[in-house]
């Protein structure tokens, strides 16, 4: 399993960005992917994820109204669409894949993620 991430860069607070990444070597459809960032000296947090069981978007309060996961119908890749980006949004971002089909308390835990892209850096800045 590859994950690709592509997008981010650099933006004014107050813009948009969107990332998008597309797994490889999976089964169209058959896993769980999460989205997480990290900013210098921070810990790994949980962004959102897309629940395909239910076929909704489950979003950390931090970015809640500002971000929003969806997926491709037909195709392996999910975007992470990014609005009213603040100063402290920089980050790099992740996306991972669970092979598992994890409950909802269990989206935000890194930990069961088994597949993790390359990450891609967001700065906003002026």
């Known amino acids: 399993v590859q994950l690709q991430a592509s997008g981010g860069g650099l933006v004014q607070p107050g813009g948009s960005l969107r990332i998008s990444c597309t797994a490889s070597?999976?089964?169209?459809?058959?896993?769980?992917m999460g989205w997480f960032r990290q900013a210098p000296g921070k810990e790994r947090e949980f962004v959102g994820a897309f629940r395909r069981n239910v076929n909704s978007q489950y979003v950390a309060g931090s970015v809640r109204g500002r971000f929003t996961i969806s997926k491709d119908s037909g195709r392996n890749i999910e975007y992470l669409q990014m609005n009213s980006l603040k100063p402290e949004d920089t980050a790099v971002y992740y996306c991972a894949l669970t092979k598992s089909r994890p409950i909802l308390s269990s989206l935000p835990n890194p930990g069961i993620y088994e597949f993790w892209g390359q990450g891609t850096q967001v700065t906003v800045s002026s």
């Open positions: 070597g999976v089964t169209f459809g058959s896993y769980q």
